[in-house]
Antibody, heavy 117, light 109 residues
Framework: QVQLVQSGAEVKKPGASVKVSCEAS????????MHWVRQAPGQGLEWMGR????????MYAQSFQGRVTMTRDTSVTTAYMELSSLRSDDTAVYYC??????????WGQGTLVTVSS | QTVVTQEPSLTVSPGGTVTLTCASS?????????PNWIQKKPGQAPRALIY???NKHSWTPARFSGSLLGGKGALTLSGAQPEDEAEYYC?????????FGGGTKLTVL
């Protein structure tokens, strides 16, 4: 069965970077785009961007341009999302989600990132 | 930057029917926007319900359906259950990027 398992919670100081991983299993990793979405406390879902695990090609939401980097390691079927220059309003739960046939399908369990001095 | 607008909140009676909608700032929502509907409950990961306007995932209860209605994307819940109380998000594709609506808090009461 398809599983997306994310790395554990992180606490970071303002200005630091965080890298969240998303290990995929149960399907051919390179055949499906991986998206990243976040939800800040009391806020809605926010699309951050996506990566083509086959080519490594990326597209980022305008609001994250210059601060987010999405990568993948096909040898360990894992996608990564790194966010830099962290601010307090980056405190959120970050999710990876597999894209299939024009829809977000399977989701990771989420990773809480807390930014606090 | 596309702005997607949803009703902030709606209430439905148990067993009743309700329709949630999402509008796009770029104009009418069409099948080319590939509307997705996603359910989110507190403390849980989001759950995909509908993709590409009206397609259900294998786990999507039959009481949920998607459509286009009056230039908007629409999610209809027929025969609401207490467990359907949640936040529902519309997601639209535009220009290669994805845009979420602000979400609709659905109360079953």
């Amino acid at each position: 069965q398809v599983q997306l398992v994310q790395s554990g919670a992180e606490v970071k100081k303002p200005g630091a970077s965080v890298k969240v991983s998303c290990e995929a299993s149960g399907y051919t990793f390179v055949q499906y785009y991986m998206h990243w979405v976040r939800q800040a406390p009391g806020q809605g879902l926010e699309w951050m961007g996506r990566i083509n695990p086959n080519s490594g090609g990326t597209m980022y939401a305008q609001s994250f341009q210059g601060r987010v980097t999405m990568t993948r390691d096909t040898s360990v079927t894992t996608a990564y999302m790194e966010l830099s220059s962290l601010r307090s309003d980056d405190t959120a739960v970050y999710y990876c989600a597999r894209w299939n046939s024009w829809g977000l399908e399977y989701w990771g369990q989420g990773t809480l990132v807390t930014v606090s001095s | 930057q596309t702005v997607v607008t949803q009703e902030p909140s709606l209430t439905v009676s148990p067993g009743g029917t309700v329709t949630l909608t999402c509008a796009s700032s770029t104009g009418a929502v069409t099948s080319g926007d590939y509307p997705n509907w996603i359910q989110k409950k507190p403390g849980q990961a989001p759950r995909a319900l509908i993709y590409s306007t009206n397609n259900k995932h294998s786990w999507t209860p039959a009481r949920f359906s998607g459509s286009l209605l009056g230039g908007k994307g629409a999610l209809t819940l027929s025969g609401a259950q207490p467990e359907d109380e949640a936040e529902y998000y519309c997601l639209l594709y535009h220009g290669g990027a994805q845009f979420f609506g602000g979400g609709t808090k659905l109360t079953v009461l």
